[in-house]
């Protein structure tokens, strides 16, 4: 910083300070600062091309209730949330697969595994779960983790110009972005910190529409329990131990409960 090394060139400061002043966006609810190197746009069109390949891969579900389900959830949530992002896409799907699972592509494409009514029993069960995955969404995780990813990658060709040729490299750095790498038995982790993002604004969510947010902690624990026996890919192998899960699920609760008789009426 002091001894200016020699090849960092008055150019290369330029193409920097562009890069860290249109990379940015606010993380909805929490206010948070995050590096982010595409458009919503390129989220959307990313994920929607990642998501068709998903869907030719996996058997999708004819379960009528699940799906009937998954639909009704998806909807109150994503109304809820359309404030944060309103160009989203939303699109719910349930596949065929015992794994305890769920995942969101950038821009609003979110599938289920039926497997995750093993620990569900119920509506608001799913609503904490779909809360997580639309918060992924609009709190633009995948975004800033594959922002990272290719400004490594990228290097030499240009980020747009990556994100434009939608290489191979691209596509599956848009499906590890938002843990659907599960499906591919590949998976990169989100981080610690954009998990407990993803707990406290779908908290948020789900009591705005009207799901009770105290059943969360409960089936956090539910998740644990069953965790136990194996390693869920998306929720458990990179969270926050489940003592600091619940601490900060109670830390949101007050803000949280006030959303939830806002909507609900004062009566609960
Ligand atoms: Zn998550």
Known sequence: MMNRAPFF??????FLLAIVLSG?????ETGRRAFTLLSVQDEITLGAEAFA?????????TDEEKNAMLQRVGERIARVAEVDMPQAEWEFVLFEN?????????????????????????EDDIAVIMG???????????????SQSLAIMAVGIGVQQ?????????QMAVMLAYGAGATLGLQLPHSRRNESEADEIGLYYMARAGY????????????????????PPEFLSTHPSHGRRVQ??????????????AAVGPSD
């Open 9 to 14: 060139t008055r150019g290369f400061s330029f």
């Open 24 to 28: 940015c966006h606010t993380v909805p």
């Open 53 to 61: 390949e998903i869907k030719e891969a996996e058997k999708i579900s």
């Open 98 to 122: 015992d794994m305890v699972n769920a995942f969101a592509l950038p821009g609003g494409r979110i599938g289920f595994y039926t497997g995750m009514w093993k620990v569900a029993d119920d």
């Open 132 to 146: 997580h995955e639309i918060a992924h969404v609009t709190a633009r995780h995948g975004a800033e983790r594959l």
């Open 162 to 170: 990556a994100v434009r040729n939608r290489s191979e490299e691209t």
């Open 212 to 231: 009770d947010p105290r059943v969360a902690p409960r089936f956090w624990e539910k998740m644990e329990a069953h965790a136990s026996g194996g390693s």
């Open 248 to 261: 900060d699920l109670e830390r949101a609760m007050p803000r949280a409960l006030e959303y939830y008789r």
